[in-house]
């Protein structure tokens, strides 16, 4: 990876995207839905931006929880206007600020990722893995929530079994959303981000 430049750049609040399941068995699961809640909570507490696919499900279980903290909140919306959003997608919209990026749900997932200084997976299903593959492949700190149902206890088993890659030590572990935080604030600070899309092909290739 490329370090940061550094620059005379003022400080920014972190901005911590929550993606997990918005469908499925996991969404009425009462400790997966307190689980969020906490994390929400905790994000709103620490003074960090949340982010998450203003979707229905656990990430905005964790909404709600921002929301009762006092926390800042942002919505990057599949959706191409507030009508499609709620109409359409059937989704929230009680987000401080929500993004129309008008992109569906895949491409969506792209923009929620690289809007997020570090990302926190709970529970979730096959586009939640979609999401965590994207964020592995681009280098972004992730913090995955254990013992929420879905792929959250699976994903070493993805990683270092089915696709033979490592496990980066960005990669950080809790059943906890306190210590998960902990956990990934540390990652964040630690493993600067890539400075280009490609920087980890580019790597590779200089070797």
């Given at each position: 990876?490329?370090?940061?430049?550094?620059s005379?750049?003022?400080y920014?609040r972190?901005k911590i995207?929550?993606m997990?399941s918005?469908s499925?068995?996991q969404?009425?699961?009462a400790?997966a839905?307190?689980?969020a809640?906490?994390?929400g909570?905790?994000?709103?507490?620490?003074g960090h931006i949340?982010i998450?696919?203003?979707?229905?499900g656990?990430?905005?279980?964790?909404?709600?929880?921002v929301?009762e903290?006092?926390?800042f909140?942002?919505g990057?919306?599949?959706?191409?206007?507030?009508?499609?959003?709620v109409h359409?997608?059937?989704?929230?919209?009680?987000h401080?600020?929500?993004?129309?990026?008008g992109?569906?749900l895949?491409?969506r997932?792209i923009?929620n990722?690289?809007?997020?200084?570090?990302?926190?997976?709970i529970?979730?299903?096959?586009g939640?893995?979609n999401?965590?593959?994207?964020?592995?492949d681009e280098?972004?700190?992730?913090?995955?929530?254990t013992?929420?149902?879905g792929?959250?206890?699976?994903i070493p088993?993805?990683?270092?079994?089915l696709?033979?890659?490592?496990?980066p030590?960005?990669?950080?572990f809790?059943?906890?959303?306190a210590?998960?935080?902990d956990k990934?604030?540390?990652a964040i600070?630690?493993f600067?981000?890539?400075i280009g899309e490609?920087d980890?092909v580019?790597?590779?290739?200089?070797?």
């Open positions: 990876m490329h370090p940061i430049p550094q005379n750049s003022h920014h972190l995207g929550v997990g918005a499925g068995p969404i009425s699961d400790d839905i307190g689980i809640r906490k994390l909570a905790e994000i709103g507490k620490r949340f998450n696919g203003a979707c229905p656990l990430p905005n279980e964790a909404l709600l929880g929301k903290a006092g926390g909140s942002v990057i919306s599949p959706a191409f206007s507030e009508y499609e959003h359409e997608y059937a989704s929230p919209h009680d401080d600020l929500l993004l129309y990026t992109m569906g895949m491409e997932d923009i990722i690289r809007s997020s200084d570090g990302v926190v997976i529970g979730g299903g096959v939640t893995l999401e965590f593959t994207i964020a592995y280098g972004r700190p992730i913090g995955i929530i013992n929420t149902g792929i959250s206890n699976s088993h993805i990683v270092k079994e696709c033979k890659r490592e496990m030590p960005n990669i950080v809790d059943d906890d959303p210590k998960l935080l990934l604030e540390v600070r630690a600067p981000l890539p490609d980890r580019r790597d590779k290739n200089k070797k």
